[in-house]
């Protein structure tokens, strides 16, 4: 019986997703699946990063989920919090309004909100506020498209990591985050690779060469990858405007959150080594 309490204790203590002294003044009843509300009713999810002190500021990942999912699920899913937690990062995930995003058109509701749940963030948890980057897969790509296109500057979002979509590329964004980083699949079958005039395609970040006035003159070319089965082709624009830079990653597969291409992009920048996973 002393054998098996101490193990049900050290099982336990396995799943806890903070650190005793971040259970203080930080919010602590909403973790993974049990979601923060806010006083309008809507919600959002946290992780936070494995060994986090509770004191130290976290860089953060607001993370947007794909249509007909929640918030629930970034929280657990590898390829996401499998990168963030092992990198000190606190993710967030927002909750869509019936499992969806509203980004066709500037200033909507869910731009309000995401803005609510960053200043919720900040309230509650210890962030890093020039450490703020944005995220979204499919549908969620897009929603955090719009977000940085209409209050990127505003929120002082650090980059924009988006997966697999993205908004028109003759959008008028207002604002843009201080770097924009995208990967989408040549293959993509939901939402299709956005190939520009005579098959370009550099063509799905035009928009934000154009805002954070890229010299595209001068892009860089490499190609690496996370894991043996899928490299990427990445075009670099690193001669933008105060210092920002914008890169594109391609891949040769459908609409998936590429293996290690979050953790990738947190390394790099964060100044760490990039590793896997």
């Not at 809507?42 to 509770?54: A, E, L, M, Q, T």
């Not at 909750?95 to 909507?108: I, S």
């Not at 040769?252 to 760490?272: C, K, M, N, S, T």
Request: aromatic letters at 10%; proline letters at 7%; glycine letters at 8%.
């Amino acid at each position: 019986m002393k054998y098996i309490a101490l193990l049900t204790a050290a099982v336990l203590t396995s799943f806890s997703t903070a650190p005793a002294s971040a259970m203080g003044p930080w919010k602590d009843t909403c973790q993974l699946d049990v979601p923060c509300e806010l006083e309008d009713g809507r919600s959002y999810h946290v992780k936070f990063p494995d060994d986090w002190d509770g004191e130290s500021k976290l860089p953060v990942l607001i993370h947007f989920h794909g249509w007909q999912r929640t918030g629930a699920l970034p929280v657990q899913h590898q390829r996401i919090s499998g990168a963030t937690r092992r990198r000190g990062v606190l993710l967030i995930a927002p909750n869509g309004n019936r499992k969806t995003w509203d980004f066709w058109t500037p200033e909507t509701d869910d731009v309000a909100f995401a803005q609510e749940v960053i200043e919720d963030v900040t309230k509650n948890y210890p962030i890093d506020p020039e450490q703020i980057f944005l995220s979204g897969y499919s549908y969620g790509s897009i929603m955090a498209w719009r977000v940085a296109c209409d209050r990127g500057t505003q929120l002082n979002i650090r980059a924009l990591l988006a997966i697999s979509g993205t908004l028109d590329q003759n959008e008028n964004c207002a604002q843009y985050p201080k770097e924009a980083r995208h990967v989408h699949g040549l293959k993509d079958n939901v939402l299709d690779f956005p190939f520009g005039p005579k098959g370009d395609t550099t063509y799905p970040v035009m928009l934000w060469r154009d805002m954070l006035k890229c010299d595209v003159s001068k892009p860089t070319e490499s190609e690496w990858n996370a894991v043996d089965f899928l490299s990427f082709n990445r075009t670099e624009w690193a001669e933008c405007a105060n210092g920002t830079k914008v890169t594109l990653d391609v891949h040769p597969g459908g609409h998936f959150i590429p293996h290690g291409w979050i953790a990738h992009q947190l390394d790099e920048l964060l100044g760490r080594t990039p590793t896997f996973p």
